[in-house]
């Protein structure tokens, strides 16, 4: 078991996005599913006194700095700026994020201006998707969140987002 958590850790030491039991099992074919989630527990406990720590996010697995860090790494990454959404963009990926599926046409009423070029920035930046369309003359088509998005904001879920009661 310690082989098996060791190798866990590496391997969510090594990835840049969160990994599944699935996908985790991927790499160690010999380990059960419930194997590799005893494994992610102990790891998660080890990262107690760490200046990181084990985060279930977007259905997987990631190992984060904890927030009182940063300051620290924003030091380091001052090209992180460059990544900011505008006030427009977080609005435009808010409506779609509450509203999900949504047509852009529901999204331009409620902003009160055109959002068309905002919706494709956000998906190029693969935080917004085309979720499908709708069944009904024309087909518009039917906006949603990603798993990035999921990442960007730390959430596990689309669920996990604030209540808009709790926001006030």
Known sequence: ????????EALLFSSDEPLSVHRL???????KPAEI???IEEVRSDCA??????????GGYQLLT?????????LLRKSRNERRLSPAALETLAIVAYRQPVRRAD?????GVQSGEILRALME???????????VPGNPVLYGTTDE?????????????????EIR
């Open 107 to 111: 999204v331009e009423a409620i902003r």
């Open 37 to 39: 989630r005893s494994a």
């Open 49 to 58: 006194d760490r200046s990181y720590s084990l985060e279930e996010i977007a």
């Open 149 to 165: 998005f999921l990442k960007t904001f730390g959430l596990r879920s689309i669920e996990d987002l604030p209540k808009p009661e």
């Open 1 to 8: 078991m310690a082989l098996l958590k060791r190798q866990v």
């Open 125 to 135: 930046r693969g935080l917004a998707r085309i979720a499908g369309r709708e069944n």
């Open 25 to 31: 099992q991927a790499a160690l074919p010999d380990a």
């Open 66 to 74: 904890r927030p009182e860090h940063a300051d620290t790494i924003a």
